[in-house]
């Protein structure tokens, strides 16, 4: 017998096995379009029209922008100015500001230099560095070289020393807008003309624009070198009365005379023999060798007082005038006599010295 629509065959049939409910997911929390992204909006291409002469035009203007540097659009002028613009602004800046430090730094070392001076420079000094000297000179009044061996000693007074600009120290400087004077009183001896000279006092006064100086030492203080510079420089003496007198004659003179320099330059160099020289050059250089610190190394400063061996070298362009009033009686003849002397162009000399110090 055949059933139909019985749901099945006479076959034993097997047991269902439903599963259980999974364990749901955690819910999506995030913020909306964080997880999931949009797709994007397919790309459209819109016909573009080549327009070859203004095509051409532009490459040729590119071309030359690019030879220049020069800014074609105002993103590029912008681009531009940022990069250059301050380079040099702040190039302009820091020149100005440096000068403007320079000056500054000049002045306040030229005030500093005012009101704290040198206790060393004030009052009067003795003047042995000339005891004797050994000069050859071609000066603005006479080209042809002119000899002098003297020996003298004196007494200076500097009452002015100052600067508009000062920048170093003492030894090494320089200095713009330099003024100084000084009273001075001598006495000198030339052998050759056995004439004794007597400046009962002296005023001295120099200007200039620019100056200089430089000083080196070497062998713990045996050898010096020194070099000194002036531009546009002016220079004037005065001597009210001195007294000149020889074998032969008595004179009485009144002197001024006027100096002006385009340059002029002068270098030396000197020995200094003194007992602090030779020690630190012998038996503190073996105690320096051995111990550096001790205080045997080297002399004390007391001890560098001695004799001083040196030369001078001077070069200048510039002009001079001299004049001078005296009285005098000579050979048992009285007379009087006014001078004048000038001269310019250029003028040398050198002169060796034997000091003390």
């Known amino acids: 017998m055949v059933k139909i629509n019985s749901g099945g065959s006479a076959a034993s049939v097997k047991k269902a096995k439903p599963k259980g409910p999974s364990q749901p997911t955690e819910a999506d929390d995030a913020k909306p379009g964080e997880k999931f992204k949009a797709p994007a909006a397919p790309e459209t291409w819109e016909p573009i029209s080549l327009d070859f002469p203004t095509l051409t035009a532009q490459k040729i203007t590119l071309e030359e922008a690019a030879k220049n540097g020069t800014s074609f659009c105002a993103e590029c002028e912008a681009q531009a100015a940022n990069v250059s613009t301050p380079a040099v602004s702040e190039a302009v800046p820091t020149t100005a500001s440096g000068f403007s430090n320079f000056l500054q730094n000049g002045l306040n070392n030229a005030k500093q230099r005012r009101e704290n001076p040198d206790p060393n420079d004030k009052g009067y000094k003795p003047k042995t560095d000339e005891l ?19 020996f003298g000693i004196g007494l200076q007074n500097k009452i002015l020393d100052d600067d508009i600009l000062f920048y170093g120290d003492k030894d090494n400087n320089l200095k713009i807008g330099h003024r100084e004077a000084s ?78 320099n385009l340059v002029k330059g002068e270098i030396g160099g000197q020995i200094n023999i003194t007992p602090k ?23 004390p400063k007391w001890a560098d007082h001695g004799i001083v061996i040196g ?47």
Not at 132 to 150: A, C, G, R, T
Not at 286 to 294: I, L
Not at 329 to 352: C, D, R, T, W, Y
Request: proline share 4%; charged share 25%; aromatic share 8%.
């Open 277 to 299: 020289t030779i020690y630190d050059n012998t038996i503190g250089s073996v105690v320096g060798f051995f111990s550096p610190k001790s205080k045997y190394a080297k002399a």
């Open 183 to 260: 009273i001075s009183h001598g006495y000198s001896y030339d052998p050759e003309k056995g004439e004794h000279e007597i400046s009962l006092i002296k005023f001295e006064g120099k200007i200039s624009a620019v100056e200089g100086n430089l000083k080196g030492n070497a062998l713990n203080g045996l050898v010096e070198a020194t070099a000194h510079g002036e531009v546009l420089s002016a220079k004037g003496t005065f001597t009210p009365l001195s007294v000149i007198h020889s074998a032969t004659k008595t004179e009485i003179k009144s002197e001024v005379g006027v100096e002006a």
């Open 132 to 150: 004797l000297s050994i000069e050859s000179k071609e000066d603005y009044f006479d080209p042809s070289p002119n000899d002098s061996v003297k």
């Open 311 to 357: 030369g001078k070298a001077e070069a200048g362009i510039g002009a001079a005038a001299k004049a001078h009033a005296s009285a005098k009686v000579e050979n048992g003849v009285a007379s009087a006599e006014i001078g004048l002397k000038a001269g310019f162009g250029p003028m040398a000399g050198f002169k060796l010295l034997l000091g003390i110090k």
